[in-house]
């Protein structure tokens, strides 16, 4: 099992192993060790001057997992590193929410089973129907049980440019449909979070707010908490979510991206909420009204 280390140790071993593993010949689809990674479209063309749905299709065997964002403990979060058609853009990774996993006491945030990590592509308006373009990416991850295996793949993926609406894909429409499910939903909640010696308290008011039960919550910023489950509690009609500081800490930030996650018919559902980080001693058991 992989000792807990500075950050600094774990990224260069990391880094310099992907570096050294083979790429994969460009294709759609790898075999890789303990996860099967696949670059998909949600249709099966692009459009001029549309936004349109890519993105790396992970299958990981059993008891397996890679990394959301926020790797947690230990770990590195995928990367995607694209080339392009000139005039063609992708947006960032839409991470989809994460699970929590306690490795050995070592808690990491990342995804296991059939996990899809959608990325927008925004097609010219120039581009030319009755074309075709390649989209290319050189995909890198963390997989891990106990040990953690580096892995990279360049795969590419040629979609014709059309001028109508393009036709869904019918072999990836439940994976694109379940991304969008998995994305944390924008709130309308008020929050707000304090420093009081080693924890940050975290207070959210507002409609729709979940009940405690199964409740989970994420920080998207890595070394402000801890990475242990936090505790979350109700007071009145706020929701609190207490956690230890990092040990890494160091400056605080003026916000931060909470995320928060609770079981549902479908899997899982969450919420994303930016939160304030107030200066001060004082705890917080509710935010401002």
Same mark, same amino acid.
């Given at each position: 099992?992989?000792?807990?280390?500075?950050?600094?140790?774990?990224?260069?071993?990391?880094?310099?192993?992907?570096?050294?593993?083979?790429?994969?010949?460009?294709?759609?689809?790898?075999?890789?060790?303990?996860?099967?990674?696949?670059?998909?479209?949600?249709?099966?063309?692009?459009?001029?001057?549309?936004?349109?749905?890519?993105?790396?299709?992970?299958?990981?065997?059993?008891?397996?997992?890679?990394?959301?964002?926020?790797?947690?403990?230990?770990?590195?979060?995928?990367?995607?590193?694209?080339?392009?058609?000139?005039?063609?853009?992708?947006?960032?990774?839409?991470?989809?929410?994460?699970?929590?996993?306690?490795?050995?006491?070592?808690?990491?945030?990342?995804?296991?089973?059939?996990?899809?990590?959608?990325?927008?592509?925004?097609?010219?308006?120039?581009?030319?129907?009755?074309?075709?373009?390649?989209?290319?990416?050189?995909?890198?991850?963390?997989?891990?049980?106990?040990?953690?295996?580096?892995?990279?793949?360049?795969? +590419?993926?040629?979609?014709?440019?059309?001028?109508? =609406? #393009?036709?869904? !894909?019918?072999?990836? &429409? $439940?994976?694109? /449909?379940?991304?969008?499910?998995?994305?944390?939903?924008?709130?309308?909640?008020?929050?707000?979070?304090?420093?009081?010696?080693?924890?940050?308290?975290?207070?959210?008011?507002?409609?729709?707010?979940?009940?405690?039960?199964?409740?989970?919550?994420?920080?998207?910023?890595?070394?402000?908490?801890?990475?242990?489950?936090?505790?979350?509690?109700?007071?009145?009609?706020?929701?609190?979510?207490?956690? +230890?500081?990092?040990?890494?800490?160091?400056?605080? =930030? #003026?916000?931060? !991206?909470?995320?928060? &996650? $609770?079981?549902? /018919?479908?899997?899982?559902?969450?919420?994303?909420?930016?939160?304030?980080?107030?200066?001060?001693?004082?705890?917080?058991?509710?935010?401002?009204?």
């Amino acid at each position: 099992m992989m000792d807990k280390n500075p950050e600094f140790v774990l990224r260069t071993l990391a880094l310099a192993m992907m570096i050294a593993a083979p790429l994969a010949v460009q294709a759609k689809s790898h075999e890789a060790d303990h996860v099967t990674v696949e670059l998909i479209s949600e249709h099966t063309a692009l459009v001029p001057g549309q936004s349109m749905q890519i993105g790396l299709l992970l299958r990981h065997e059993p008891h397996w997992h890679t990394y959301w964002i926020n790797p947690g403990d230990s770990g590195l979060p995928t990367t995607l590193d694209f080339t392009l058609p000139q005039g063609f853009k992708t947006q960032d990774i839409a991470w989809p929410l994460p699970k929590r996993f306690d490795v050995g006491g070592l808690y990491n945030f990342g995804y296991e089973g059939e996990t899809l990590l959608p990325v927008a592509i925004e097609v010219p308006a120039d581009a030319r129907p009755g074309t075709s373009v390649q989209i290319a990416v050189v995909a890198k991850w963390l997989v891990c049980r106990e040990e953690c295996i580096p892995g990279k793949a360049s795969l +590419a993926l040629d979609l014709p440019i059309v001028a109508a =609406p #393009a036709k869904p !894909d019918q072999r990836w &429409t $439940a994976q694109f /449909a379940r991304a969008r499910l998995e994305q944390p939903q924008a709130t309308a909640w008020k929050s707000e979070a304090h420093i009081a010696g080693d924890r940050i308290t975290i207070a959210l008011s507002g409609p729709g707010l979940p009940d405690t039960k199964g409740l989970d919550a994420f920080v998207e910023e890595r070394k402000l908490v801890d990475n242990k489950p936090p505790q979350i509690r109700r007071d009145g009609d706020a929701l609190v979510v207490e956690a +230890a500081k990092s040990e890494y800490f160091g400056t605080s =930030p #003026a916000t931060f !991206d909470l995320v928060v &996650t $609770a079981p549902s /018919a479908a899997g899982i559902r969450g919420w994303r909420v930016r939160v304030p980080l107030l200066d001060g001693s004082a705890g917080a058991s509710a935010p401002a009204r």
